[in-house]
């Protein structure tokens, strides 16, 4: 999310994101923010092109493939925002979900922090 406090997908290796793009002739639909090192690697329309042609593959299937992926990204889309806004309803379920594990989260960071100050900061610590 914008303020950084939302993930929305977390990628695995292997993963792969911007083939709407790519195969849409489009713009990018999302910006993507890694929260650990990783490694990404760039894959143009046009190398993807001729990498394609150069092994005769069946760029109409390939197409179809893609056409329903994007059905299934714009159906999942969907879905997500409709959950965002009923999370902002204070009477709803997910509404209540949302805060209990938002507040526990908080507590866990918190009882995290007292135990590193415990930890390194005490009188008696080693890291003193």
């Known amino acids: 999310s ?3 406090k939302i993930v929305y997908c977390e990628l695995t290796a292997g993963s792969f994101f911007g083939e709407t793009a790519l195969f849409f002739k489009q713009h990018r639909t999302a910006t993507i923010r ?3 090192f990783c490694e990404a690697l760039l894959l143009t329309k046009a190398d993807l092109d001729k990498e394609l042609i150069s092994r005769e593959f069946d760029l109409s299937r390939m197409l ?3 056409q329903d992926l994007q059905k ?3 159906y999942r889309n969907s879905a997500m925002q409709a959950n965002l806004k009923a999370s902002e309803n ?3 379920k997910l509404y ?9 989260s ?4 918190e009882s ?4 590193m100050k415990k930890k390194h900061f005490s009188p008696n610590a080693h890291f003193r």
């Open 2 to 4: 914008a303020d950084d």
């Open 34 to 36: 890694a929260c650990r």
């Open 64 to 66: 179809a493939i893609f």
């Open 72 to 74: 299934s990204n714009n």
């Open 90 to 92: 204070e009477k709803s």
């Open 96 to 104: 209540k979900l949302v805060r209990k594990a938002m507040e526990e």
């Open 106 to 109: 908080d507590r866990t960071k």
């Open 112 to 115: 995290w922090i007292m135990r």
